[in-house]
């Protein structure tokens, strides 16, 4: 008897090769250009900015292709398994590579020679190994998230209150003043579909109330956070499980004060004169916050990998970095002087970015590492948290308990270390 | 001779191997994957977990009541609107094709349509807050409103997809002999008798078509849904995608998708034993 697995594979195999005819004929028609697939820049206009200002100064033909997280991981994989490989270079998050890494070439070649004359962050190439001995991306730019809020906003400022130090309990009494006196809740936060709510929890609400994010999940603070969340949840904008960039409810109105990725902000932040940005609120163990990292990877097999590691090449120099900056709001990972005239929106944000990071209770977290495939599963735990906790109104222990349960089995199946804030264990990240 | 013989069957085979490549295909797929576990073995494990999962319950109550609300208003709005085509004298064609546009916008465009109209600063609030009804922006999706929720997508749904019901019974009725009316009006029978003894039992292999057609579609509700409600209305199509994108766990996706397939197949089974048509009447 033939076994699912074995019947699902011959599958895999022959729908991935029935892609391929169609991604031949792009190719072919495309001539010799090098395919750079990326999960980043989805957006038209910043693909468009990518295509034409980013790669204006690169003397060989890209064909820029943003993709969507769920078919850029299919599309590797099937042209992993099949052997059939077109994409030349690959642009994703940190998070997005760990469940296709078996599909990249080792970049420590690459790694040293780019290495030798430009200082790339540390930390962020220690994260491009993905917690292997080998270099398997290049870090390529950097965001994080950050708070922005209307100018309308800022009269209801609780007293004494300082917009790049605040508290938790300083943002609730913010919101509640903006409550009272305009009848309408104007804080918001991205819980929709494509929103990032599930960063909030893991990189700003877990480590600021309880110094850890896995390991915490369920402690005595985890319980005294959420409550003290539920009750900040009366000042929030119910329509915030619809919100997916915090950028269109804030140029609406609808919002006044946003937690969001900057890249997510900053048709707004464009407007200088409107909103104004600043450091993420610090919890009892500190100010979480989370910095994310997209990285330049190349699959084993690609058509031409001299051509993919020059591309590479010219997207890490910090004169690229800077238009990158400039042009889509993603941050260098190579040190390179800001110039002066850098657009209003990106300079917000940058302060605001080294006021998060350079506060004296700064607290980093990490994305999470080493979850492989279950990175989606790990999210749903913290949202659906979030949904039966505050939404929900389900009993803050009982709900702790049962989603811990999900998160103890997805640490045990994958065997993923703790990461920061947690202290580092000795195999699968325990839920304490 | 036997060229000739084969030249059908040849000319059928491009579609059938269409269809086997791109839904057959896929289906096996996805039963094999529904039923495998970790290890590749058979194994219930993927519908314990989408049965244990926090929104399951809720997505198969949102998406039956939808269909349950939904499908009777689309049938009920498409009789009535044929029922009135077929009386028009002039500027019938005008109308049908008016009535129809709706069917030439896809889901997701329909969505962010009412979307712009139903919410928080949306062009209903305005008209409200124009004619002195509210007074600030109201909340019309949002958890807080599931009914409202519920409604807009029941709103939403009927204007999108009434068309196709409308287009298959209209069809329909042209089929019927004018003879038959007139014999009945000569007999005396009002208007509301001619469409219940004539239009409504002649027109039922339309109605089992279109009820049929629209059920299936209807339990694969998505953008809409998605559009208004987010994820604030779960329901079984959105719970597949987010499985299969957002969690990344075909396993559980297909379950959903299975699932989905067999409750299609299950009122299709129902709809072909209720309006049972006999081959007579299938002129």
């Known amino acids: 008897m033939i076994s699912a697995h074995v019947l699902r594979r011959t599958g895999t195999v022959c729908l991935a090769a029935a892609t391929f005819l169609g991604a031949a004929v792009v190719a072919a028609s495309a001539g010799a250009e090098i395919l750079f697939m990326s999960t980043q820049l989805r957006p038209i ?77 540390p930390t962020f190439v220690e994260l491009g190994k993905l917690g292997t001995e080998r270099q398997v991306y290049v870090p390529w730019m950097q965001a994080t998230y950050i708070m922005a809020a209307s100018k309308e906003a800022l009269d209801y400022l609780p007293a004494g209150a300082e917009l790049d130090r605040l508290t938790y309990g300083q943002l609730k009494e913010w919101a509640k003043a903006i409550a009272e006196a305009t009848g309408e809740r104007k804080l918001g936060f991205p819980a929709g579909p494509k929103g990032l709510m599930h960063r909030f929890l893991q990189g700003y609400l877990y480590p600021s109330y309880t110094g850890g994010v896995v390991r915490t999940f369920k402690s005595a603070e985890a319980e005294a956070m959420w409550a003290e969340f539920r009750d900040l949840w009366r000042y929030v904008n119910p329509r915030s499980t619809s919100y997916d960039f915090m950028q269109e409810p804030l140029l609406a109105g609808e919002v006044w004060i946003a937690f969001d990725h900057t890249a997510r902000l900053m048709n707004a932040l464009r407007e200088s004169d409107r909103f104004v940005a600043f450091a993420a609120p610090a919890g009892p163990e500190g100010r979480g916050f989370m910095p994310v990292v997209a990285g330049l990877a190349i699959p084993e097999g690609t058509p031409d990998r001299e051509a993919s590691a020059r591309l590479i090449d010219y997207l890490t120099r910090p004169e690229t970095q800077l238009v990158t900056l400039r042009e889509v709001g993603f941050y260098p990972i190579v040190e390179a002087e800001l110039p002066e005239d850098l657009p209003a929106g990106v300079r917000l944000a940058a302060a605001a970015i080294g006021a998060q990071a350079g506060a004296p209770d700064a607290l980093p977290s990490l994305l999470p590492v080493g979850l492989g495939g279950k990175g989606g599963e790990f999210n749903k735990v913290y949202r659906d948290t979030f949904q039966r906790i505050v939404i929900r109104g389900e009993g803050i222990e009982e709900a702790l308990a049962v989603q811990a349960g999900k998160l103890a089995r997805i640490m045990t199946e994958t065997g993923a270390p703790c990461w920061a804030p947690d202290a580092p264990s000795e195999g699968a990240c325990p839920v304490e | 001779m036997t060229g000739e013989r084969a030249l059908p069957y040849l000319l059928l085979a491009p ?153 298959i019974l209209v069809a329909g009725m042209q089929l019927i002999p004018k003879e038959y009316y007139e014999a009945a009006e000569v007999f ?94 299938l002129a």
Do not use: C
Request: hydrophobic share 55%.
């Open chain 1, 45 to 121: 206009e910043e693909a468009q900015k990518m295509r034409e200002e980013i790669l204006r100064n690169f003397p060989e033909a890209v064909e820029f292709v943003p993709e969507d997280t769920g078919p850029f991981l299919n599309r590797i994989e099937a042209e992993g398994e099949t052997g059939k490989v077109t994409v030349g270079v690959i642009g994703a998050l940190h998070g997005d590579l760990p469940p296709v890494a078996r599909y990249l070439d080792g970049l420590d070649d690459l790694m040293a020679k780019l290495s030798a004359d430009r200082r790339f962050v």
């Open chain 2, 15 to 167: 579609s059938l191997l269409f269809l086997a490549l791109l839904f057959l295909w896929p289906l096996a797929e996805a039963f094999l994957v529904a039923f495998s576990g970790p290890g590749g073995q058979w194994s219930l494990v993927n519908f314990r977990e989408m049965a244990e999962d926090l929104n399951f319950a809720d997505a198969v109550r949102n998406t039956l009541l939808l269909v349950a609300v939904v499908v009777p208003i689309q049938l009920a709005l498409a009789l009535g609107l044929g029922v009135l085509l077929g009386s028009l004298d002039r500027g019938r064609d005008g109308f049908l094709y008016i009535w129809t546009i709706p069917l030439g916008i896809s889901d997701l465009a329909a969505g962010i349509l009412w979307l712009a109209m139903l919410s928080e600063r949306g062009y209903l609030n305005s008209l409200l807050a124009a004619l002195g009804l509210v007074e600030g922006p109201v909340l019309w999706l949002s958890y807080e409103t599931p009914l409202a929720l519920f409604l807009a997508v029941v709103v939403a749904e009927v204007w999108r997809a009434t068309a196709i019901v409308l287009v």
């Open chain 2, 188 to 281: 005396g029978a009002g208007a509301f008798q001619r469409f219940r003894r004539i239009t409504l039992p002649l027109l039922k292999p339309s109605i089992q078509t279109a009820l049929i057609l629209r059920t299936i579609l209807a339990f694969e509700v998505f953008a809409v849904v998605v559009v208004l409600g987010g994820r604030d209305l779960p329901v079984l199509a959105g719970e597949a995608f987010a499985w299969q994108y957002d969690y990344r766990n075909a396993g559980v996706a297909s379950a959903y998708a299975v699932l989905i397939l067999t409750v299609s197949l299950a009122a299709t089974w129902l709809y072909l034993r209720l309006l049972r048509v006999r081959e007579e009447s």
